[in-house]
Structures are given as structure tokens and as C-alpha cells.
């Protein structure tokens, strides 16, 4: 049986407890902030051109950096180059997370969409295989999850879902929840008819809904998720606390 109960005991922000002024999404600030605060995190993955590991969500380098430049082709020997935002945060090697969060980790960790499946999903295991902390696996790409269910069977693998049809169709259409210890969903269109039909005939299929913002996000996960993973924002008055989050399960039992 794989532990799946860690999962169930914390809820997870949304690429870090950041904010980003000071605090930048996908730093190793943020993943400290949330592990200090008892939560888990969610993260993106990438493989560089050099061979190692970052985090990092956005296709480019643009909005965090103001750069013009795949991820995939920074250069890791020299990561004071791509500073978070103005910040004294940079790009993190994956590596450096792993090593700075230790045993209180608790990870859902992200492999961005490659052409490269078994070479990233491989240095991913590497790097995880030994990590004290806990973490599991997702991916919008289903070869990168049946990667994992063909090599690594005894890891926790989810399947992310997005709104979008070419996202979306192709999982449905390869019944991926089939093969998978959790869905993760949209909030944004959760297209409850299906999700909720899978989770009354397969109920031990975990649902994770994704992004938990605002109160009108909360109430739609209480229907249907089992766990969230959300962002908040002390500056916007829309947005949800970290307080309304952490109550997110004990909500949950008492339904």
C-alpha cells in the first residue's frame, strides 16, 4: 500500500507560501514560509540543457525575470543571473530545496510538459529517491505519469487536468484516473459531472483541487476535492488567508 495519509494531513500552497513582492513564487523563501507555517507546497520541475534540475512554472524567463529565455537553457552555474522579481531570490537548483526543507518537506512536485520524459523523469527520481521529507509526483503530460507508473509504480502519481481541450481530452480519453493515486482539477471549470462521477464509483481516487484563491474557489473544493492546493494574498481583499486554508480538512471531517 502506498502513504497516501500525508496528503490528507496538510494543505498545500500553490508554488510556495510567496507573495510575490518579497517573497517570489517557486523560491526557496517560499518553500521555507510554508514548511515553517506546517503546510506543503506544490512545485514546477524543469530539466536544463546542462543537465540539472530547477524550479521554475513559466514556459520563458519573462514575467519572474524579465527575460527572453527558456528555462531549459539558463545557465545553473550562474543563477545569481536570473533574480525572482527584483529580489535577492534567484532561480533555484531543485537540489538546494530538497536540501534546505529535509525531513519537514512535503512535496507535490510538478514535471513540466518535455520531449525529454525519461531523462527528466529519471534525474527527478534521483534526486527524490533518498529525500527524508515526503512527495509525490504529478504532470498535465500523460507520458510523464505512465512513465512513472512503468518505472516507479510505488510512488504516489497524479494526474493533472486543466480546462483547456487538448489538456484535458487526451487524459479523459485514456482514462488516466484509472492508473493514478490522485486527480488534480481546476477549480476554475471542474468539470464536476466527470470528476464527480469517478469519485462515487472509484471514493479511495483523492481529488486535489487547484488554484484555491478566493471564498467562491473554497466553496467549490469543499463539494468535491479532497485537499486544495491555494494562493493567498494579503493585499488583495478577494482572496482567501492562510488561516482559511489551513481549515480547509478540519471542514472537511465535520461535513
Known sequence: MKDMQWLKETVFCHRGLHNNRDIPENSRAAFLRAAKSGM?????????KDGRLIVHHDATLKRMCGMKLSPYRIDTDKLENYPLIGTKETIPLFSDVLEDLGADG????????????HATCSAVYEALKDFP??????????????????????????????????????AKARRQYKKMDFLAIPVRKPRAEYFGKIKKEHPEKMIIMWTIRTA???????????NIIFECDDKNADYISVDTA??????KASE
Do not use: M
Open 106 to 117: 512535503r512535496l507535490i512536485v510538478e514535471i513540466k510538459t518535455t520531449t525529454r520524459v
Open 40 to 48: 506543503g507546497s506544490e512545485l514546477d520541475v524543469y530539466l536544463t
Open 246 to 251: 489551513k481549515k480547509f480538512l478540519s471542514a
Open 216 to 226: 467562491e474557489n473554497y466553496s467549490a473544493a469543499l463539494e468535491l476535492a479532497d
Open 133 to 170: 521529507g515526503k512527495w509525490c509526483i504529478e504532470s498535465f503530460n500523460w507520458a510523464i505519469t505512465d512513465w512513472w507508473v512503468k518505472h516507479h509504480p510505488e510512488v504516489v502519481i497524479g494526474q493533472l487536468y486543466d480546462t483547456y481541450s487538448f489538456q484535458f481530452f487526451p
